[in-house]
């Protein structure tokens, strides 16, 4: 049972990247999915988060206009989707999935919690 990100690599701001992140030994449909993001001695910060009930959505403002999530079911999958990157998004991104409801609250409200998995990180790095 495992979340497999990749996607990362090397860009200059303004470029785009679209990470993905596949699961393995579990289905996604009905797990709230997010992405996560931790720059060089900085906090892990919640990006973006989509909704197991509705496909509603959450965007950390910084990320906001830029940065798109969706999940595809049929491919077990889900996706973000950045462009217009700067160099501020340098950071290790991962994915994370967990079964509640509350979950993209959660990821809004960066509260410490307990989700159900987390991926591997993929690394984005953004060169001015």
């Known amino acids: 049972v495992q979340l497999q990100a990749s996607g990362g690599g090397m860009v200059q701001a303004g470029d785009s990247l679209r990470l993905s992140c596949v699961a393995s030994g579990f289905t996604l449909d009905d797990y709230s999915l997010a992405w996560f993001r931790q720059a060089p001695g900085k906090e892990r910060e919640g990006v973006s988060c989509?909704?197991?009930?509705?496909?509603?959505?959450y965007y950390a403002d910084s990320v906001k206009g830029r940065f798109t999530i969706s999940r595809d079911n049929a491919k077990n999958a889900l996706y973000l989707q950045m462009d217009s990157l700067k160099p501020d998004d340098t950071a290790l991104y991962y994915c994370a999935a967990d079964l509640s409801d509350l979950f993209c609250t959660v990821v809004a409200a960066a509260v410490p919690y307990g989700n159900d998995y987390w991926g591997q990180g993929t690394l984005v790095t953004v060169s001015s």
């Open positions: 989509i909704a197991s009930s509705d496909d509603s959505t």
